[in-house]
């Protein structure tokens, strides 16, 4: 419930403070006296956007504060812990506009956007003005009805939960078999290609090994007479190396015992002595491996023509490239198997979740479908009450494909001279009559819908004497259980409010400022006395006025 509002520098508001009680809250005030101001700067808290020419006084910001008290605060935890907000049972919200434009809105002094702060109000207040009758046919807000009647908030939230995870599905179904396809027009190609290199079988490294070898096979003869004359030096010759450096370090142990200095020099020629004899062994192995092998080169040879041909093919230079497009190869082959096993799998799902959702939408029609009738009937009664004894509405409800809310397409007709012709509402039925169609529709919804203030600007267009009075009425039962603020110019209506504020300008100096306050029995007599037979009122108009505050 909206308990205080606060504004400040706002187009032709200085400072204005108005208090709101529980009920019906009548607001009136002469043409121009400013009460679409203070509509306007509601709006701004429930998230409309800011014009910076707002701004009263250019050198001061615009400052617009709501106070609410949550009855229920459990009913709007989840936006407060989905935004990280603290939750208190009085809720401040604000609006500061500067006069370049600048916007900002505050939850509790935390920032918000506007798009945070339309979520939140739209569960606090539902503002009724003259243009949004034309929602009334809107199919959307139509099955919108029906459904807060059926109360089948929780049914429309698993059916829609049901019929996105099976839409999601069916797409990713598509994809797969898309993909199915593209690889059914690649698989053959790629089954080739793998099959060239697997039948190649090649080792890491491999091409560039039989580089080396087929070199070292192609030179063999001259390899193998560098051998042979490295051998005879060292080891075969009449005079060989090895023997020399033996000779040496006998030569040289004899004069250690002298000049101690020499064991280091001794140490390391027999070293070289044994290295040296090493390397003779080495290189005589090498004689006995070397062999010019024509077959063998020949073999090579064929081996590395298929792998060239193969890096060619593929345009990559190593061996470890082609390795890997053969491992993706392997991959992407598998890949298939895979899908086909993904493809039958999320098909059988696919089509068990369109079961079930046919199932719940199916459910959520027949819920609503009960509501048809008590909602004709309890309509029909108030368009009755309300001044439209001829109007009439029929409700049909037509079956569509799935979607989103279901599977029906719900219109509300309407016939407003009993000549059983029902037309589209937008289609036949006046301002006035809009109206009241709306008034009597959300009298019936408020019952199932927990929305703490509901505010309708000037709600009585177009009507006046006996049905604005049972407008009145409606309009003080709805205040029965929660909180009704009502811009009338009926008397009919003023009458019926628990509390009656009145909009009024005032002029100082040169400026005019527009003002609220709540007026006493006295005054409201008084007033809704102007209301009905202007300034002065006559003593009939006097008496009427006290007659409508008896009722």
Known sequence: MLTKLEIQNYILIDHLTIDLSSGLSVITGETGAGKSIIMGALGLILGDRADSNVCRNAEKKCFIEGTFLLDNKENYLPFFEANELDLTTELIIRREISAQGKSRAFINDTPINLNELKQLTSQLVDLHQQFDTLTLGDTDFQRTVIDALANVQKDVTSYQT?????????????????????????????????????????????????????????????????????????????????????????????????????????????????????????????????????????????????????????????TNELLAIQSQLEIDLQAVLNLDETI????????????????????????????????????????HQVGMPNAKIKVTIEKVALNIYGCDKIDILFDANNTNKFETIRKVASGGEL?????????????????????????????????????????????????????????????????????????????????????????????????????????????????????
Not at 509 to 516: C, D, E, K, L, S
């Open 435 to 551: 109206s009241r169609l709306m008034l009597c529709i959300k009298s019936l919804v408020a019952k199932s819908v927990d929305l703490p203030t509901m505010i309708f600007d000037e709600i009585d267009t177009g009507i006046s004497g006996e049905p604005a009075k049972q407008v009145g009425i409606l309009l003080q039962n709805l205040g029965q259980n929660r909180q009704i603020l009502c811009i009338t110019h009926q008397p009919q209506i003023a009458a019926k409010g628990h509390t009656h504020l009145y909009v009024y300008k005032e002029q100082k100096g040169t400026n005019t400022q527009t003002h609220m306050r709540t007026l006493n029995d006295g005054e409201r007599v008084q007033h809704i006395a102007l209301m009905i037979g202007g300034d002065p009122p006559s003593k009939s108009a006097l008496d009427n006025a006290a007659e409508l505050l008896a009722k």
């Open 162 to 318: 049901a019929f996105s995870a099976w839409k999601e599905n069916e797409k990713q179904l598509n994809r797969y078999l898309i993909q199915k396809e593209e690889f059914e027009k690649t698989e053959s190609y790629k089954q080739h290609l793998l099959e060239e290199l697997a039948e190649l079988n090649l080792t890491e490294g491999e091409l560039e090994q039989l580089e080396q070898s087929l070199k070292f096979l192609e030179n063999a003869v001259q390899i193998k007479a560098q051998i042979d004359s490295s051998v005879q030096a060292l080891e075969v010759s009449d005079n060989p190396i090895v023997q020399q450096l033996k000779q040496i370090t006998h030569s040289l142990e004899s004069i250690t015992k002298w000049q101690p200095a020499f064991e280091e020099v001794l140490s390391r020629l027999k070293a070289t002595h044994i290295e040296l004899a090493d390397i003779a062994s080495e290189l005589a192995i090498w004689q006995d491996k070397i062999d010019f092998d024509d077959k063998k080169i020949a073999d090579i040879q064929e081996r590395l023509s298929v792998g060239y041909s193969l890096q060619k093919k593929h345009k990559v230079q190593s």
């Open 344 to 383: 039958a799998l999320l098909t059988k799902q696919v089509a068990t979740e369109a079961k079930n959702v046919n199932q719940l939408a199916a459910n959520l029609s027949e819920k609503r479908e009960k509501q048809i009738v008590p909602f004709t009937k309890n309509v029909n009664q108030l368009l």
